[in-house]
Every structure is written in structure tokens, then in C-alpha cells.
């Protein structure tokens, strides 16, 4: 079975049941899933084909405002953990650009409001907005 070629039914139950097949595709190994798919569905239910998600305003609200990942992290600390974060990005940066080390540097993903110093001037700049409590608001 080639990449566009997907089959469209499944046969079941010894041969008496015909129905639509599932089709997700294995990131892994490229085959076709094996289950049926949900009536009026092209998925299974492992594949997405039960859920729905919240319809209204109010519900989507609702599931935006308690997302949580893993059970342990709100948005309030995920917020809490990035500033901190790109706080920590900025003094690598300083002792960088002020020649203080030359170790590497964190590798990956920046974190939301993380802007980089890249000279002198912008290194006196944010040490005077941390020192007044404006980091998080300085655009450097």
C-alpha cells in the first residue's frame, strides 16, 4: 500500500460485517490504521473521531480558562516560569556582551518575552529596567 493509495473498508466479524476503515496514518511506520472507523466518522475513537470539544462561547471559555498540563501546571504558572525564564536568557546575555565568560550558551526553545542583548548600550539599558523593576516591560 502506497502513501495515496488508503483502504476504505475494513471487513469484520468472519466476513458479515463491512464498514469504513480508520484513516490515520502511523507517523512511525507509515501503515494505515487497522480499526474501523465511527459511524459518520473517517477516524476511530482513538483517533479523534469521539471527541467533539466544547460547541459554545461559554464552554470554550471555560476549557481555555482551566487547561492544565500534565495536572500540575496552570496558565498562571506557565506565564510565571517563562518570564522567569527569559529573565535568566537576558543575564546570559549580559555576561556575554559584557565579556565575562565565554561558555556556551542554553541551547533551544526561547521563551515568550525573551528579547536578546546584543551590545553594550542595550546591556546598560536593561540592567537600569531591572534595576527599576521594568524588565518585563522593556523592549530592548
Not at 507517523?27 to 479523534?48: D, E, I
Not at 462561547?57 to 501546571?73: F, T
Not at 565579556?99 to 518575552?113: D, E, F, Q, V
Request: net charge positive.
Amino acid at each position: 500500500m502506497s502513501d495515496i493509495e488508503k483502504e476504505a473498508t475494513i471487513t469484520l466479524a468472519g466476513g458479515r460485517i463491512r464498514c469504513r476503515r480508520c484513516q490515520a496514518k502511523s507517523k512511525r511506520s507509515g501503515q494505515q490504521c487497522k480499526k474501523p472507523a465511527l459511524k459518520g466518522k473517517t477516524v476511530c475513537g482513538f483517533h479523534g473521531g469521539k471527541s467533539t470539544g466544547p460547541k459554545t462561547l461559554e464552554g470554550r471559555q471555560r476549557i481555555a480558562s482551566v487547561k492544565i498540563v500534565h495536572g500540575e501546571e496552570t496558565r498562571a504558572k506557565r506565564g510565571e516560569r517563562s518570564e522567569s525564564d527569559a529573565r535568566m536568557r537576558n543575564f546570559e546575555d549580559l555576561i556575554h556582551v559584557l565579556g565575562m565568560t565565554t561558555a556556551p550558551r542554553w541551547r533551544g526553545r526561547k521563551p515568550n518575552g525573551y528579547i536578546a542583548i546584543t551590545t553594550v548600550e542595550q546591556a546598560k539599558a536593561w540592567i537600569v529596567a531591572d534595576a527599576l523593576g521594568l524588565h518585563s516591560k522593556l523592549k530592548v
